[in-house]
């Protein structure tokens, strides 16, 4: 249950008036351009009674809002009628943060004696099983390369060159798209878990590479070394292909040129293994005879009794979908390849969170923002069975929060931040009832004495390589004996 306070609101001093009114501006402005994805935002900051949470929603009904309600114990905010939102605002035990809309949360505060250190942590999206997720995609993507194989082999005109399309695909074709696959997938999931933010740059955009951008290049370079390791690519092919976007940037003309030199031969010369005389012309919107392919490949899935022998083997359709496919039904609903629907699906659910931090993150997949003391997260969120990515992302923030009062009665400023606050925190959890003892008399005589000097000697009494030793995190002893360069 939330904690109680009267009245149920945040001082602006918490959330500025720009960070406020930044989500209504957002709300708007999707709405009066007709979006109709759903939205979401939380903004959350640590106060003396528990995390304080504002939700905001564009849209909810009214059963969402009774159980929102009784969450937060207060009624939403509504602007203009409701058309333009709810908004709720409630400050929470740390174990009873509210699941919004099936989202998943946790709050951690821990104390210590030079400051406090935070932990957030949730995900969005409907909770489901990975293993159970990650085979039906691949037993789908498998589905729909088996199609592909056999509707080209339909194709081929001479039956040596039907013989070898069928080694091909079966000893090259299949393996390795499913290998690529796996391996695009574990790369998404990393850059995912690690930088939720992280977006491919439009040709307009220009600038220097971010430290994102650039991690990206490193998780997904690998992805060229096994097209070239397999043979789908040469090596002078990869190279320009990872120099064209190394820089974080790919111009217009330089997708246009990578696209015509690279991407289009690389297609035809796979092609002409198997139709020699074969023209798949251009890659992109404009190659009809491509588009009219893959309409009749569509057609072919449809309506083929070959489709309906390659389905009727796939572990991909349910055993239900079976039955009514041996009776002549044909009727029944196609996974996406690899779980990404064709046609798009459904819309996405975009979701915010914006934690006021004061001080930088030392460890976060989030955004910081200096100007505003707060780091943020954004991203889409797909339904499990059409995500791009095989989970919804995970958001996690740690800080650690100085209390300055302390520090500069023992250090004569604030020494200790970040990681290394932290650390400290962790380290005088660790005490015995003796130890804490031990601990709070030495801590008194250093402010005392407006030096760290007196805590010397309880660092050095618990320092040592056995299990009964606790050593001092290096911030701190640094801190403490550096006056005499130790």
């Not at 009964?468 to 403490?480: D, F, N, Q, Y």
Request: proline share 7%.
């Amino acid at each position: 249950m939330p904690s109680p306070r009267s009245p149920r609101t945040f001082p602006d001093a918490r959330f500025p008036r720009r960070i406020r009114s930044g989500v209504v501006a957002v709300i708007a402005c999707a709405l009066s351009l007709g979006c109709t994805n759903r939205q979401v935002k939380v903004e959350m900051v640590a106060g003396e009674a528990g995390p304080e949470r504002i939700f905001e929603t564009n849209r909810a009904d009214r059963a969402e809002i009774d159980r929102l309600s009784e969450a937060y114990e207060a009624a939403p905010t509504e602007r203009k009628g409701g058309r333009d939102g709810v908004r709720f605002e409630g400050v929470f035990a740390e174990r009873d943060l509210p699941s919004e809309i099936g989202n998943r949360n946790g709050w951690s505060t821990l104390p210590g004696s030079f400051g406090t250190a935070y932990y957030y942590v949730e995900q969005f999206g409907a909770q489901r099983d990975d293993w159970t997720a990650f085979r039906d995609r691949m037993n789908a993507g498998e589905l729909w390369i088996r199609f592909a194989i056999r509707f080209f082999e339909s194709r081929i005109d001479g039956e040596e060159e039907r013989i070898e399309w069928r080694r091909f695909a079966e000893r090259e074709l299949l393996p390795d798209a499913m290998s690529a696959f796996l391996r695009f997938n574990a790369g998404g999931y990393v850059q995912q878990g690690q930088r939720i933010d992280t977006r491919f740059r439009p040709p307009m955009e220009r600038g220097p590479r971010t430290d994102d951008e650039w991690f990206q290049v490193q998780v997904f370079a690998p992805l060229v070394g096994f097209a070239v390791e397999r043979g789908w690519v040469e090596p002078w092919e990869a190279q320009l292909t990872l120099l064209s976007g190394i820089d974080g940037w790919v111009s217009a003309g330089e997708r246009a040129w990578t696209r015509r030199e690279l991407a289009d031969p690389i297609v035809k010369r796979t092609v002409g293994r198997f139709v020699p005389d074969a023209d798949p012309g251009e890659i992109g919107p404009r190659n009809q005879k491509l588009i009219l392919t893959g309409l009749a490949f569509l057609w072919w899935v449809n309506t083929s009794r070959d489709a309906v022998e390659i389905m009727l083997e796939s572990p991909a359709i349910s055993e239900d979908e079976k039955a009514r496919l041996r009776n002549g039904d044909r009727s029944i609903d196609l996974p996406g390849p690899f779980g990404i629907p064709i046609g798009g699906g459904e819309r996405p659910l975009e979701s915010e969170v914006v934690l006021r931090t004061e001080v930088e993150p030392f460890l976060t997949n989030g955004t910081w923002d200096q100007s505003l003391g707060t780091v943020s997260f954004r991203t889409r969120i797909y339904p499990p069975s059409q995500r791009r990515r095989m989970t919804a992302p995970v958001f996690h923030a740690n800080w650690a929060v100085p209390d300055a009062a302390t520090q500069r009665d023992v250090f004569g400023g604030v020494e200790l931040v970040g990681q290394d606050l932290a650390e400290c925190a962790f380290w005088e959890r660790m005490f015995d009832d003796d130890r804490r003892a031990a601990w709070t008399a030495a801590l008194e005589a250093a402010r005392s004495a407006g030096s760290p000097t007196p805590l010397r000697a309880f660092i050095e009494s618990v320092d040592g390589e056995d299990a009964e030793s606790l050593p001092a995190p290096e911030g701190l002893r640094a801190l403490v004996f550096r006056e005499r360069g130790a």
